[in-house]
């Protein structure tokens, strides 16, 4: 039997990861795996955080690319409190592109075991170095908290506020903080 892979998703199932919920996204990688077989789907994807999760991590590695070798201020070259603030609105932009996989992947304490998580905080925590930050391992996770999935729906859904403006007000305490 073919191994699974996410390449066998078409672009109207990637379309449903962004679209829809969570269920959505489920049923969609279900129908790309039937030809693999239920037992092989479901070994390798117990249940629907651990679909999640492989979804997000592909949108994840696309952003930490971006910080590893992209132009300024995303990328290396920039400032510190450039390359924070551009985290920050980067990563507004695919918590609201990706929320329903972010709420199924990454809540509670389960956020801080995944593997973008450590990247986030090792990120985060390289510029507040750079910015001779006093005291950085007490302030790291506090800088990312604000990027929890339930934070950001709480804002967005239930306060109203929409991601552009959620992105320039962490940008620019990420400016005031760093400069």
């Known amino acids: ?21 969570l269920m959505s996204t489920v ?4 129908a790309a795996a039937a030809e693999v077989g239920r037992g092989t789907l479901y070994r390798r994807f117990p249940d629907t955080a651990s679909i999640a999760v492989a ?18 201020p995303l990328g290396p070259g920039a ?5 924070l603030a551009a985290f920050y609105v980067a990563m507004v932009d695919l918590l609201d592109q990706h929320l329903h996989l972010a709420l199924g ?7 801080f075991a995944t593997g973008a998580y450590g990247f986030w905080r090792l990120h985060v ?9 006093p005291d950085v391992e007490s302030l790291v996770d506090s ?4 990027l929890a999935p339930e934070v950001f729906r709480h804002q967005r859904d239930q ?16 400016r005031r903080l760093l400069s």
Not at 79 to 83: H, W
Request: net charge negative; charged share 25%; proline share 8%.
């Open 1 to 21: 039997m073919p191994r699974f892979s996410f390449d066998a998703l078409s672009d109207e199932d990637w379309a449903a990861t962004i679209d829809f919920n």
């Open 27 to 30: 049923r969609a990688v279900r």
């Open 55 to 72: 979804l997000l991590d592909q949108h994840e590695r696309e952003l930490q690319q971006q910080l590893i070798g992209g132009p300024p």
């Open 79 to 83: 400032a510190p409190p450039e390359r």
């Open 105 to 111: 992947a990454e809540t509670g304490s389960s956020r």
């Open 125 to 133: 925590r390289a510029l507040l170095l750079d910015a001779d930050v």
């Open 143 to 146: 800088l990312l908290a604000p």
């Open 159 to 174: 306060r109203r506020i929409p991601a552009h403006r959620i992105a320039a007000n962490l940008a620019w305490q990420a």
